[in-house]
């Protein structure tokens, strides 16, 4: 099996309004690449957010005592850190540079999911609303303009637990499910898998992360083409929320 992964380097800096899927179609038409059924089109949540206007201008926010009081032991500045508490469920933890909570969405990550890189001077971006309708609007627009069945999935930029570094994760998914449940199948020598459930949203967020990179690149959608599950997973009700373990089951917590 043979995977590609296609940056999409025409993409414009995006300001909110934009159309998504068509800054995708016409990128795709400068470089000369097709849609084809069964792509995955992998979005930088960023873009997401500028599109829909889902930013949050640090300069107009007034920090609570609370937000004071975890900027003194963070070293953060207090205007991120009145975002995050605004933008979390549930404030986990603190340490030297980072805070760790549950977003609105669910996801337990580093700062709410908030970033500050590729957004003007001021501005931060928290991971879109709605992340899954995100990628569903693209996903139809895209098939209505090339008659095309692909996949979308908004990616996030975010770390792990006890692993140094960040890689690509899926936030929105449309047209598959972000989980592939093998239990029952067959390993090399027969025996049947007993609990494996493979991330494959996150693993294809990881793998366009690698074209997108996290500096100046300018590459926030990637193509991935080539990956042999797609047509078994097709599910166009598929959800995010998959992948979000639930809390009963969190034992780091």
């Not at 993409?11 to 038409?29: F, H, K, Q, R």
């Not at 709410?112 to 890189?117: C, R």
Request: net charge negative.
């Amino acid at each position: 099996m043979e995977i590609r992964v296609i940056g999409i380097e025409n993409i414009p800096l995006v300001d909110e309004g934009d159309d998504i899927a068509a800054l995708i179609l016409n990128a795709m038409s400068v470089e000369s690449t097709e849609v084809q059924d069964a792509d995955i089109i992998v979005v930088a949540e960023t873009v997401i957010s500028k599109a829909e206007g889902n930013k949050i201008n640090l300069e107009s926010i007034e920090p609570s005592l609370k937000a004071l009081s975890i900027a003194e032991k963070t070293g953060k500045k207090p205007e991120i850190v009145e975002a995050i508490i605004l933008q979390s469920n549930e404030i986990i933890a603190e340490g030297p540079d980072f805070i760790i909570s549950e977003t609105k969405h669910g996801f337990v990550c580093a700062n709410a999911g908030i970033d500050e890189s590729n957004v003007e001077n001021g501005i931060a971006t928290p991971i879109p609303d709605n992340p899954d309708k995100s990628a569903e609007i693209i996903r139809k627009k895209i098939g209505e303009e090339t008659g095309k069945e692909v996949v979308v999935i908004i990616s996030d930029t975010q770390g792990r637990a006890f692993r140094e570094g960040a890689i690509g994760t899926a936030v929105g998914i449309s047209g598959m499910d972000p989980l592939w449940n093998r239990k029952g199948e067959k390993d090399l020598y027969g025996r049947k898998l007993q609990t494996t459930d493979i991330a494959v949203a996150d693993e294809l967020a990881a793998a366009a992360s690698i074209i997108m990179g996290q500096a100046d690149e300018g590459i926030p959608v990637v193509i991935i083409r080539g990956v042999n599950y797609v047509s078994k997973l097709k599910n166009n009700n598929a959800t995010y929320r998959d992948l979000i373990r639930p809390k009963k089951y969190d034992v780091f917590r």
